[in-house]
Each structure stands twice: as structure tokens, then as C-alpha cells.
């Protein structure tokens, strides 16, 4: 489903992402981990096509075409979703504007037809109820005022509206409280698991990944790909730390 | 007949930004045009419009307002040529003046605000919200005198200008002038210009927003603090509608 290969990438004039290549089939939920700094939103922004994020080598086919090929807001279209680590305020202008355009002018891009505003309201209703989210901070601007941990929670309701086929999720369990790390990975659950949708999961801890679990987990260092492994590989870097597991490797 | 009133030059504070040049094509015949209009005391006079053609246009209103009296004036502003809004105000005891004005453009052309508010008595406020968005080598300005007399204590005057310039040749300009004889006087002026904010166009992409709707979200959520105080929804919508509108025609 996504198949990225000898990955090469620089953030301004810098090589960050030097030569990666990851696979994630339908059906498959691939947690990343790695250190501080080893280009794991670097990759996120890259897929994402974000300003500034320049490719020099390698490619990633999505969903059977070239991802490179499609402008950032036309990936999305086609079905990716993108968590991000620090999302964005948008002052002005209320999320249930916000998402309703986004996904309409996403249906719009896959030739389907626009969902009017009850049916739209209907839907966010239901998915803001699966995050366990007052309908009230929807009518509120994009991220304006959210706490941390509300933000994250925020991305996952809109995950949820957009119904995307394959999520880069970039620590959304970062700045999350006890209860609301369950109800994420919950939401995350429902809303990804599934034969048809793909994952990519970048996080520093396993409490997300016992109620996420993953079917691989790969350890990212230096712009690379260095270790991937089962769902113990995970259990184990809780345990022993990057450099007494990547020293074994 | 009216009197043959000699042009003005850039070198008059009031008309640095001006466009002389379609000042001349406007004659100046026009600048002995006011429309002028006396709100009585407790009384409200509301009044929002659209100004700005293809021809250049300079429009001035005079406002009287006696104590306690309110005016409240919501401009659109999308000349394609020259456009100036005069406005001069001069506010009794406890009187209020509420102005917002858009204005928005492309092409060359300058579009202003020229406002004077003279609180001549004490307690009487004042509110001016301005937000230019302009493209291609377009201006917008906001030139707006405050004159708070002596005798007129407890004055509250605020005014309030933000740019969003979406190309490298345009323009935005606020000139605050102030002129303050009371001393129990709170006067609070902003004034920023700035681009779009490239993360927000990121994060919106990543959500599927081509960049024309993100231009336009953003511009309307831009916009709209000029008229947050415009309460006839419809009225509002209208003015909004017609900046947007101007919006669209940049390619
Ligand atoms: N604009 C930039 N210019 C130069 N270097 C940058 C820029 N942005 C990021 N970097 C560098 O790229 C490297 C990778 O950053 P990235 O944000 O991808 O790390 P990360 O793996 O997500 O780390 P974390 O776990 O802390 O979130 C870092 O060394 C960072 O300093
Ligand atoms: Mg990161």
C-alpha cells in the first residue's frame, strides 16, 4: 500500500532522510521508533510534501501510483492522512468549517458527491463521540486555545471524518493524560484497522503500541531504516534503550 | 457653482498614499462633496456599503453625533481604480463611533481609509477595525487622525490595521496620527502586515484544501474581525461576499 524505496531527503540543504525504504502492505499497522532527531517527522513532512522538504533520491508509490506525482492537498485525496506531531492553529476559522470543506473538496477530488451540512454535522458528531469529544471544541476555531493533549485528540476526530485509507500518525500519543492515551489508540483502532487501510506509527512509547498493536515495528536512526522486527522489538527498546538494541542488531 | 478647489499633493500628510493622478481624472470639483448627516442624542445611525468601480471614486461623509448618539459604518472597499473613503467624525459626550472597513485588490490601483475622529466632549469612544488584502502591486491604507480636545476626559479611542499582502509587489500602509489635549485618555492602535501563514497552507493541504480554498478560508477569517461588530448577519455576509468575490479574480 505504501512502499517507500531508498528514500533520500533534505530540509533545506541538509540530507536527512538517507536512504529509507519501508514497506506497508493493507491490512498492516507499522509502528516507527527511534531517537530524538533521526528524521522521523522529516519522513511524515516528505510524504506529506511539505514546502522546503526536497527529495533527491528514491521514490514511494502510494496506492499503486507515485506519490511525488500528486501535490500535497491531492494526496490527501487519494487518501492519506497525516497526524502531526505539532498541529497547526488556525484562528478564524471553526473546525466544523474547516473539516467540512477539507472533506468535500477531498470527495470532490475523487469524483464523489458533497455531503450536505446535516449529513456532515451527523458525521462529526459520531466521530467526535468516538474520541470522546465535546461537539462544543468543534464550533471553536482550529486548534486555537487546545491544550496539548486536547490537540492530539482533535487530529483524531478529523481523522475520523476524513475516513482516510492510509494514516502517518507522527506521536499523537505525545501530551496525552492516562485516559485520553486509551481513547486515542481506541479511536485509532476503529477508524484504521482494517484490510483495506495502512498505518504508520511514530511514537517513543509503548503504551500506545499495547492498545495499538502493531503487526512490525522498525527502528528509524540517522535517515534510516536500521531494525525492523515484531512487536517485541518494541518491548524490547522499552527495556534496554536504542543503543544497547541497535548494538546487538 | 462650486468653487474651484486646487488639487492636493502627496505632500499633505492626509494624501501621502494617494493617487494624484486619478485624483486629477476624478476633478476637483469632488472635493467639495460631503455628504453630511447629524445623529441625534441616544439615537443610532447604521450604515454599511460596497465602494469601488473601474473609474477612481472619492467619497466623503461627515458625521455629527450628539451625546450619547451612535454611528456605526461597515465599508467594503474593492476599487479596481483609485478609491478613497473620507470619513470625519466628530463625537459628543458619551457618543460612540464603530468603523470597519475591508480592503481588497489586485491590478495597480490604491484603495483608502481616511478617517478623522474628533471627540470633542468627555466619555465618547471609538472603534476602527481595517483589514487590506491585496496582490499584483495593489495598496491598501489606513490613514486615521484622532483629535481628543481638551475638555474631553475618559475618551476611549482604538484603532486597529492588519495587511495580509498575498505577492511581493504589494502594499499596505496605516498611518496613525494623533492629536490628544485631554490627559485622561486611553488610545490603543495596531498595526501589522504579513503574509499567509505557510503552515497553515501546509496543514490545510494535508487536509485536503487545494490552496485556492485555503486562500480563501484564510482571507475570509482574515477579513472578518473588520466586521464582527456589523450585527445584520445578512449585511455582513454581503459585504464579505464582495471581497471574496475580488478574491477570485486573482489568478
Ligand atoms: N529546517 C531545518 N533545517 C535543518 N535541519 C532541520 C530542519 N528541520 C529539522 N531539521 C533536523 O532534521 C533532523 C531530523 O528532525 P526530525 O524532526 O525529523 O526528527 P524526529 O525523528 O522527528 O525527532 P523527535 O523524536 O524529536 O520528534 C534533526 O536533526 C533536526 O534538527
Ligand atoms: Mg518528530
Known sequence: MLNIENLHANVGDTPILKGLTLEVPAG????IMGPNGAGKSTLAHVLGGKPGYEVTQGSVEFRGGDLFDLDPHERAGAGLFLGFQYPVEIPGVSNVQ????ALNSQRKYRGEEPLSGGEFLKLAKEKAGLLKMDMEMLKRQVNVGFSGGEKKRAEMVQMGILDPKFAVLDETDSGLDIDALRIVGEGINSIMRSPDKGVLLITHYQRLLDVVKPDRVSILADGRIVQTGGPELALRLEGEGYDAVMADA | MPETAT???RRDEAWRYADVDALARIGAEALDQWTEMAVPAGETHRESFIVGGD?????RIRLVLSAGARAELF?????????RLEVEVTLGKGAHFEFGG????????????????IHAEPEATSNQTVRSVHWGTGT???LG??????RAQKTGAAQDFKGLLLEAGASANAVPQLEIFADDVKCAHGATVGQLDESARYYMAARGLSPEETRRLLVQAFLGDALVELGDDAERERLLEAALEKLEERK
Do not use: Q, S
Open chain 2, 140 to 142: 491598501g491604507n489606513f
Open chain 1, 28 to 31: 498492516e499497522v507499522h509502528a
Open chain 2, 7 to 9: 488639487l492636493p499633493t
Open chain 1, 98 to 101: 474547516f473539516l467540512r470543506e
Open chain 2, 55 to 59: 473609474a477612481p471614486e472619492l467619497r
Open chain 2, 75 to 83: 465599508v467594503t472597499n474593492i476599487g479596481a481604480d483609485y478609491t
Open chain 2, 145 to 150: 487622525e484622532i483629535k481628543v480636545a481638551r
Open chain 2, 102 to 117: 475591508i480592503t481588497i485588490g489586485g491590478g495597480d490601483a490604491v484603495r483608502e481609509f481616511v478617517t478623522t475622529t
